[in-house]
């Protein structure tokens, strides 16, 4: 969304992306019918992320401290927290 409230298409992302996390660059889920865009990234044993919907409506930002870094794990602690966020 622009600073004045005019939304933009996300071009950029929306050639070829599928559901996807990572450790750098911009990620799309779907997350029960809701397309997601954000970021994550950790620092020692915590991991935070930023995530939005389509056109900014939405937004959500959190912070893990897991007990384990195992990537599967994260994902799905990930998934859980943004999904029930929006």
């Given at each position: 969304?622009l600073?004045d409230g005019?939304?933009i298409?996300?071009?950029a992302?929306?050639e070829?992306?599928?559901?996807r996390?990572?450790?750098?660059g911009?990620l799309?889920?779907e997350i029960?019918?809701?397309v ?5 990234g950790?620092?020692?044993?915590s ?5 939005g ?14 007990a384990s870094?195992e990537?599967?794990?994260m994902?799905?602690h990930v998934t ?7």
């Amino acid at each position: 969304m622009l600073a004045d409230g005019g939304e933009i298409e996300p071009w950029a992302w929306a050639e070829g992306a599928v559901d996807r996390f990572s450790t750098g660059g911009l990620l799309r889920a779907e997350i029960d019918g809701t397309v997601v865009w954000g970021n994550t990234g950790s620092m020692g044993r915590s991991a935070s992320g930023v995530f939005g919907t389509v056109g900014g409506r939405r937004a959500v930002v959190g912070s893990l401290l897991p007990a384990s870094k195992e990537g599967e794990l994260m994902r799905k602690h990930v998934t859980a927290l943004v999904g029930a966020a929006l």
